[in-house]
């Protein structure tokens, strides 16, 4: 009977133990571990602030909410109970396909971490980038020039992955030096070291027109050296008119297999600037090879190139 009643004694002590210790358990705020992380799709290039997903928990009462930790500082920022786009240029597909970010959620007696994957999906690079010239881009063809903004100009070069400018430099082009113009119905290359590297995208062209209702000038490409031969680089350059003309190229999908040096056939006059030491070759008429070589004068037109295509 005294060993009976010793085994019942022992066995509601450790049952009595247990419970302690499970009560103990389970008021631990820092014992939540997450089950899986949280997978959200958003497009390349958002703007700051755009939603990218709210933070659902299943803590009760008022709740704070702080990132922890994120692959790229200042990608997401916390609204309210909301995940926002902080630096929209980390959401840039050929940069970060995926961005993580860890969120922690307490009501101040319990804390809950959420893991965010954030998977960003692909677009037409140049696209993103077109605002006023975005319809006609759509409607274009592979091989046309599109005329757009010089704003857009410069945000292809500004935000697109491993870009390169060829021929005038832009210390060239914005210098104080009286823009002067240049007899047509010739074709053009500044013969300098810029150049465009080799297994380059060329997407974009801007160049200083002296008439207006141009519509036969071209864009072309030799990638021998600054005499030629020189090829046509998609079609024709839409009709335009005086001043700085700034244009992008739907579809271009063969990279150079050699540097390129850029010129042009211009139908009329186009825009040059003395400078002193600048080399370039020309001829007249819409030719291959040019043979004839000057110096003291750059011509003011330049190309936008890439290394990475960032487009379909």
Not at 50 to 75: D, F, K, P, R, W
Request: glycine letters at 6%.
């Amino acid at each position: 009977m005294k060993t009976h009643l010793i085994y019942l004694l022992c066995l509601c002590f450790g049952a009595t133990f247990l419970l302690g210790c499970s009560s103990e358990d389970d008021g631990d705020s820092n014992n939540n571990p997450n089950d899986a992380i949280i997978t959200v799709n958003i497009a390349e290039y958002p703007n700051s602030g755009n939603l990218i997903t709210t933070i659902n928990s299943s803590l009760g009462g008022e709740l704070s909410y702080t990132i922890t930790s994120q692959t790229v500082s200042q990608a997401a920022i916390i609204s309210g109970n909301e995940l926002r786009v902080g630096d929209w240029l980390a959401f840039d597909f050929e940069t970060n396909e995926n961005l993580f970010v860890t969120v922690n959620v307490s009501n101040q007696n319990e804390t809950e971490t959420l893991d965010y994957k954030i998977a960003i999906q692909n677009v037409d690079d140049i696209w993103a980038f077109l605002n006023t010239s975005r319809s006609d881009y759509e409607s274009a063809n592979d091989g046309d020039w599109i005329q757009i903004t010089e704003s857009e100009y410069n945000d292809l070069y500004n935000y697109l992955s491993e870009t390169t400018k060829t021929g005038a430099s832009d210390s060239q082009i914005f210098n104080n030096t009286a823009i002067e113009n240049y007899s047509g119905n010739r074709t053009i290359s500044n013969n300098n070291s810029s150049t465009m590297p080799l297994n380059s995208y060329l997407f974009a062209f801007k160049y200083y027109s002296w008439i207006n209702n141009v519509s036969s000038n071209k864009v072309k490409l030799s990638l021998e050296d600054a005499s030629g031969p020189y090829m046509d680089f998609g079609n024709t350059l839409p009709t335009h008119n005086d001043e700085y003309n700034h244009f992008v190229l739907k579809g271009s999908n063969t990279p150079t297999s050699s540097e390129g040096y850029i010129g042009m056939y211009t139908a009329g006059a186009i825009g040059v600037k003395d400078s002193n030491g600048n080399s370039y070759k020309w001829r007249n008429g819409d030719v291959e090879n040019l043979d004839n070589t000057a110096s003291g004068i750059v011509f003011l037109h330049q190309s936008l190139s890439t290394t990475l295509k960032q487009w379909d």
